[in-house]
């Protein structure tokens, strides 16, 4: 279930450790129809949170602090980091030789790799630097991703991005804070590794509270405002601003985020392929459950790569609290 769904390994003691590579070889060797090409993308994109993970500890220091003076797709102004990332995961994962279409939140475009040699297939889609709007006062910012199959192989195109997310097959975030955490799944629960820095290595680790943004509630709708207003009696409020640190604490301790549409996004904030469909996969993994309130985010169909929706994900029962107000409004 939510808050805990974690194995946990005592670090230090002298028992035997649980690397994220020893961990992904061994779902592999469970998996009778596995090839290893699931296993080296994923080793491609722990890469590629190591690299990021060691340039956020250096950013001060090497002028990979605020804005390059352009903005994204999204129109969001772009960070010096969030660049340096985005080049460093569709490095790593074209590098891998298993994927075959990439979709990043810094990107306009989907990229269809049209090098055979270097093609695979799986489809990655990702934001490269979640809450890269708090890099410069240090606060946890993170990657999220997500892995569909392409449908085929020798036809990679953009209809292989625009589908439900009950068809990915795996997906995760790492955070990048005071210690790096990854947290994966495939298909099978969620696990969280942590980052062991002397040995280069992520090394398998591990009060009921909810997460929200209360600076839109004037926005929301009444739904959203009735729930919110009942919720505020039971648990503590955090909102970071971070979606990887705000879901973290949830999948951690437990509660319920809320990132839903208002009357100033109307669709919602969170884009869809790469925020919302490999959190609330991970939510689903986890034991909870991931609605916009009145359907399950996986069941979003995306009308295009960078479409967007509004979220409230977390422990079932305060979910199903949550589409209550929905249905009787």
Not at 115 to 130: A, E, S
Not at 296 to 315: A, Q, T
């Amino acid at each position: 279930m939510v808050g805990g769904n974690f194995d946990a390994i005592k670090v230090g003691t002298g028992e035997d450790l649980v690397t994220l590579t020893r961990w992904v070889i061994a779902q592999q060797q469970e998996a009778p129809e596995a090839t290893g090409d699931l296993t080296l993308l994923l080793t491609a994109i722990q890469f590629g949170c190591k690299f990021v993970a060691s340039k956020v500890k250096q950013a001060g220091l090497i002028n990979l602090l605020g804005l390059t003076g352009s903005a994204n797709v999204q129109g969001e102004d772009v960070k010096k980091l969030d660049v340096l990332a985005n080049d460093i995961f569709r490095n790593a994962l074209i590098a891998s030789g298993k994927a075959c279409l990439l979709v990043s939140e810094e990107d306009e475009n989907a990229m269809i790799i049209e090098n055979p040699n270097q093609r695979g297939k799986y489809v990655v889609t990702f934001d490269p630097l979640d809450g890269s709007s708090n890099i410069d006062c240090g606060v946890s910012i993170g990657t999220i991703f997500g892995i569909f199959k392409v449908k085929d192989e020798a036809n990679p195109n953009i209809t292989d991005c625009i589908r439900s997310g009950r068809e990915l097959i795996a997906s995760g975030y790492c955070m990048y804070g005071s210690y790096c955490e990854l947290i994966l799944s495939v298909g099978n629960g969620v696990n969280g590794f942590t980052l062991d820095p002397a040995i280069g290595e992520f090394i398998m680790t591990h009060p009921k509270i909810y997460s929200v943004n209360e600076g839109n509630y004037k926005y929301f709708d009444e739904p959203s405002k009735k729930y919110v207003d009942q919720v505020k009696q039971k648990y503590s409020a955090r909102y970071v601003g971070s979606m990887v640190s705000d879901i973290h604490r949830t999948l951690l301790y437990g509660g319920i985020f809320g990132y839903p549409a208002d009357s100033k996004s109307k669709k919602g904030k969170l884009r869809i392929l790469y925020e919302v469909f490999p959190m609330a996969y991970l939510i689903e993994q986890a034991g909870g459950k991931a609605t916009t309130g009145t359907m399950d985010c996986l069941d979003l169909v995306p009308e295009h790569i960078h479409d967007r929706s509004g979220i409230w994900l977390g422990s079932k029962e305060d979910v199903e609290d949550l589409e209550a107000c929905y249905k009787k409004a």
